[in-house]
T-cell receptor, first 117, second 112 residues
Framework: DQQVKQNSPSLSVQEGRISILNCDYTNSMFDYFLWYKKYPAEGPTFLISISSIKDKNEDGRFTVFLNKSAKHLSLHIVPSQPGDSAVYFCAASALRAGGTSYGKLTFGQGTILTVHP | DTEVTQTPKHLVMGMTNKKSLKCEQHMGHRAMYWYKQKAKKPPELMFVYSYEKLSINESVPSRFSPECPNSSLLNLHLHALQPEDSALYLC???????????FGPGTRLTVL
């Protein structure tokens, strides 16, 4: 059972335009969400996170939006640059629930972003 | 020092070998993690250490044995692995278990 889903395996965007990566989750206990970027043969790099008490968090060119009622989050990259081309993973954690799974991250399947010059 | 380091970068081992993967961080983080990632798949959590104690074991086979000698070091001891265990093994650390995790570059393991 996939609790975190990224339904678009790939996304292609022109340099300078907006990239929108989407992520849906099913577990209502998730209350902390993160986005990671991964280049081939490297570990994931943390980009940005959001707690469920917020609906938006911004950091430079990256903005994450959270819609709790729809159980949906998105990552906006503006403007997109060729160096942003990578696999993007969203991840979720259930911090309020505590228990033995406290701090466990559940990852989506990833979306391959390609930014064309 | 703001990175997680892992050694070796690549490892090839036979099914009867014993080897170890090493992970180190000097950010003062108190939680450390082992993940396994197969090609075109997301990272899958294996173990979590919090304050040097094992707090999560995701039903990992006993041929994988984690060890946390101190707050900066995390090892993964490997014994009698199977070819299907070939994967990228990632280590991560975080300030505490409720903070963002920072990943190392991984060890590419091939089991022959």
């Amino acid at each position: 059972d996939q609790q975190v889903k990224q339904n678009s395996p790939s996304l292609s965007v022109q340099e300078g335009r907006i990239s929108i990566l989407n992520c849906d989750y099913t577990n209502s206990m998730f209350d902390y969400f993160l986005w990671y970027k991964k280049y081939p043969a490297e570990g994931p790099t943390f980009l940005i996170s959001i707690s469920s008490i917020k609906d938006k968090n911004e950091d430079g060119r990256f903005t994450v939006f959270l819609n709790k009622s729809a159980k949906h989050l998105s990552l906006h990259i503006v403007p997109s640059q060729p160096g942003d081309s990578a696999v993007y993973f969203c991840a979720a954690s259930a911090l309020r629930a505590g228990g033995t799974s406290y701090g466990k991250l559940t990852f989506g399947q990833g979306t391959i972003l390609t930014v064309h010059p | 020092d703001t990175e997680v380091t892992q050694t070796p970068k690549h490892l090839v081992m036979g099914m009867t070998n014993k080897k170890s993967l090493k992970c180190e961080q000097h950010m003062g983080h108190r939680a450390m993690y082992w993940y396994k990632q197969k090609a075109k798949k997301p990272p899958e959590l294996m173990f979590v250490y919090s304050y040097e104690k094992l707090s999560i074991n995701e039903s990992v086979p006993s041929r994988f044995s984690p060890e946390c000698p101190n707050s900066s070091l995390l090892n993964l001891h490997l014994h009698a692995l199977q070819p299907e265990d070939s994967a990228l093994y990632l280590c991560a650390s975080s300030q505490d278990r409720d903070n963002e995790q920072f990943f190392g570059p991984g060890t590419r393991l091939t089991v022959l």
